[in-house]
């Protein structure tokens, strides 16, 4: 037997523990196939932790990512407008996961609204709006701190450009606002060119925000990676999910340097929890992510290749992208490839 990687599991809320289950399910088939075992440590997180524990990320989970320093994780839902700070930006911060990084590709099979997309996000992930430095000045009056670092600022240019380097992306655009907010996004901008200096292989170019929306949805084949603050990388990310299916397809990564946290792009998505409707493909793609920065590329590869085929055959798909299939059906779908895969291999 192959090696036992212990992984932290946060199944979240809203649809996070559906789809969660749908994961760990495949994964063990996966991982029988490969000769990979893994232990879960589990914790709940945000309104479910508060009830049970007190306290809305309890200490032991802290502990649990910093033993493991992986950790594979459901949307938490966050109170809007008031309640408890975000748990995943929470998580971000006190871990400085400081690149989140969303693959935006279309699965075969698919038909989307753009075919042969094949973009990367790198999004900020500790600092802008998302400081959460907001305070009332006098009634009626609140102001909001977004702080931008040159570290910060240099560290995810440098991310962008590794991963560029490394897996033969031609081209980074720094996406901004600099002609409003001269200072934060213009050093945004100076520390992405400063870094692209170092790379003459790659092209370099500066998109403001506004018109990159518009040219993103004109025409996403001209861009190839994106590198952008916080808020716009959140939000360009849901766009750039409906190019190629929707919310429940697109995985993430939250990467620093000393943990990595993988989920969805999408959020707890109340209005079909508990439903068995929601597509757990975008968490199963983010499993995928974490088998390869865990060294499991085998792994990867398998289950990347048994999602692919549930698409490609087109027989169990869920309803976000045109089937009918329930969540559990559908990872049952992706069990039964991963097994034909293996029977095949076992009889050549
Ligand atoms: P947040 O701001 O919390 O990250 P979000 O903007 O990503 O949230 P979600 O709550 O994830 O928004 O989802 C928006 C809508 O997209 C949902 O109401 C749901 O209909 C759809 N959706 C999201 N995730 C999935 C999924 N896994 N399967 C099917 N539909 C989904």
Redesign the pocket.
């Known amino acids: 037997m192959g090696k036992t990687h212990t992984i932290t599991l946060i199944p979240g809320d809203?649809?996070g523990p559906e789809?969660t289950d749908a994961v760990v399910r495949v994964l063990e088939v996966v991982g029988e196939a490969t000769g990979v075992q893994f232990a879960w440590e589990r914790f709940a997180a945000g309104a479910g932790a508060f009830e049970k524990h007190g306290e809305y990320i309890p200490k032991e989970l802290y502990a649990s990512i910093e033993r493991n320093r992986v950790a594979l994780k459901g949307?938490v839902?966050?109170p809007v407008g008031g309640g408890f700070p975000s748990i995943n930006v929470t998580l971000r911060k006190k871990f400085e996961l400081y690149s989140n990084f969303r693959p935006i590709k279309n699965l075969p099979g698919l038909e989307t609204r753009y075919p042969g997309v094949d973009l990367i996000i790198i999004r900020e992930n500790t600092e802008g709006e998302y400081v959460g430095l907001e305070h009332e000045v006098v009634p009626g009056v609140v102001e909001s701190l977004k702080v931008i670092t040159e570290k910060g600022s240099t560290r995810i240019a440098k991310f962008a450009f590794e991963y560029a380097a490394k897996h033969g992306r031609r081209k980074i655009h720094a996406i901004h606002k600099a002609n409003i907010m001269k200072m934060s996004d213009g050093l945004f901008l100076r520390c992405a060119r400063d870094v692209s200096k170092g790379y003459p292989d790659i092209t370099y170019g500066e998109h403001i925000i506004d018109n990159t929306c518009m040219q993103l949805v004109m025409n996403p084949y001209q861009y190839d990676t994106l590198l952008l603050e916080n808020l716009y990388g959140d939000i360009v990310s849901?766009l750039c999910a409906a190019f190629v299916g929707?919310?429940?397809l697109v995985p993430g990564a939250n990467l620093g340097a000393e943990a990595a946290i993988f989920e969805?792009?999408?959020?707890?998505?109340?209005?079909?929890a508990g439903k068995d409707?929601?597509?757990?493909?975008?968490l199963l793609q983010s499993a995928v992510l974490m088998l390869h920065h865990i060294g499991e590329s085998e792994a990867a590869d398998k289950l990347q290749a048994a999602i692919e085929k549930t698409y490609t055959e087109r027989k169990t798909l869920?309803?976000?992208v045109g089937g009918s299939a329930g969540t559990r059906a559908f990872a049952d779908a992706v069990i039964q490839a991963v097994e034909t895969s293996r029977e095949s291999a076992t009889i050549t």
Not at 264 to 272: C, E, L, Q, R, Y
Not at 277 to 282: F, R, V
């Open positions: 809203g649809i789809v949307p839902t966050t849901d929707g919310l429940g969805a792009v999408h959020g707890s998505a109340p209005d079909i409707i929601a597509n757990p493909t975008a869920t309803r976000d």
